[in-house]
């Protein structure tokens, strides 16, 4: 057992005896974050608590199926009410980016590197493949029962977060986690056709296009793609669309790392993945990012014309520093 289980005791002893709690998580939620939520929030309303969803950010279509989702609140900022408020997948408490949580008692719960532990309580483990690993094992710890729903929330979350079981970090525990929750009722089938093949013809076009003007930098290992405004527009979708494109260049046996790079407004978004030992994260925290070995990202507000040339000569650096290991 390497987990730490004088936290999660204390996060669960906490969450029996409060009764107002908020629960919050990223801006620009994904499977992980919003699996994670729903299924939490489900097993405290279970225990008599009252519960706030808070997001930043309304969920994306692809995740409106999941149970519960209607109740998650999208506001910027939270006033005061709840006696606990988690936070969970979130590195920084900045990255809610929902205001008002500073100097309230927080339940920090993730799985990322580098997490800055801004809770009263931190839960912070890095072996997990996805936060829903964690909620899944603080819902056992409370000994509530794993409904259909709950079990769906969360088999979500680690479907989503492990990339469809490729990621690392998958352990016998992820396959004997999803194993209790298919006992308890998650059809695989279904939530996988919900989340992967529901999606517009625009987004398969976006895609379509993106790949189409797939750049290759290091001899052929590094993978650029560039997305801008006028693209999403073209072809009817939005920034949520672009969830997974940035996996599909690591099809490719020669492609080591990829870089996306998706205009913002005046400001860049970047989202990094690389193949076995090769760290982007190391990549993206110079520049206030954070993330995983093989998944990170980054926001730049204010890129310089050479920001495309930095990032690719970073993410070469860390393609030969794995070579070199
Ligand atoms: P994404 O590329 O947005 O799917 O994010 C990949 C990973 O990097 C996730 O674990 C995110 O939580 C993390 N990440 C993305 N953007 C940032 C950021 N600006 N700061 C810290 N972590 C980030
Ligand atoms: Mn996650």
């Given at each position: 057992m390497t987990r730490p289980p004088a936290e999660r005791t204390r996060i669960r002893d906490r969450l029996r005896s409060g009764t107002r709690f908020l629960i919050t998580s990223h801006a620009r939620p994904d499977g992980d974050s919003l699996g994670s939520q729903l299924a939490l929030a489900e097993a405290l309303t279970r225990l008599g608590k009252r519960v706030r969803l808070v997001n930043s950010d309304p969920p994306p279509g692809r995740y409106?199926?999941?149970?519960?989702?209607?109740?998650i609140e999208v506001a910027e900022t939270v006033e005061a009410g709840a006696d606990t408020v988690v936070v969970l997948e979130?590195?920084?408490?900045?990255?809610?980016?929902?205001?008002?949580?500073?100097g309230r008692f927080i339940v920090n719960i993730d799985h990322h590197?580098?997490?800055?532990?801004?809770?009263?309580v931190n839960w912070v483990d890095?072996?997990?493949?996805?936060c829903g690993e964690l909620v899944f094992e603080l819902i056992e710890a409370l000994g509530t029962r794993l409904t259909p729903s709950i079990a769906t929330n969360l088999y979500v979350a680690i479907l989503t977060d492990t990339g469809s079981f490729r990621h690392?970090?998958?352990t016998a525990r992820t396959f004997e986690i999803c194993r209790r929750l298919a006992d308890a009722g998650v059809d695989a089938a279904a939530v996988a056709a919900r989340v992967f093949?529901?999606?517009s013809l625009g987004r398969l076009r976006l895609t379509g296009r993106v790949l189409d003007r797939m750049q290759l930098e290091d001899d052929g290992r590094v993978a650029v793609l560039a997305v801008d405004e006028a693209m999403l527009r073209e072809t009817g979708c939005?920034?949520?669309?672009?969830?997974?494109?940035?996996?599909?260049?690591?099809?490719?046996?020669?492609?080591?790392a990829v870089i996306l790079l998706k205009q913002a407004g005046t400001g860049l978004r970047v989202s990094l993945r690389s193949k076995d030992?090769?760290?982007v994260r190391r990549v993206a925290v110079p520049f206030g990012g954070g993330g995983h070995r093989n998944a990170a990202g980054l926001t730049i507000e204010a890129p310089s014309p050479d920001v495309r040339a930095r990032l690719v000569t970073e993410v070469a650096a860390a393609v030969a520093e794995s070579r070199s290991a």
């Open positions: 409106a199926f999941l149970p519960g989702a209607p109740a979130c590195g920084a408490l900045g990255r809610t980016e929902v205001s008002g949580l500073e590197t580098g997490n800055t532990r801004y809770g009263a890095e072996s997990a493949c996805a690392a970090n998958i093949n529901n999606g939005d920034a949520d669309d672009l969830e997974g494109v940035v996996n599909l260049p690591l099809a490719a046996g020669d492609v080591r030992a090769i760290d």
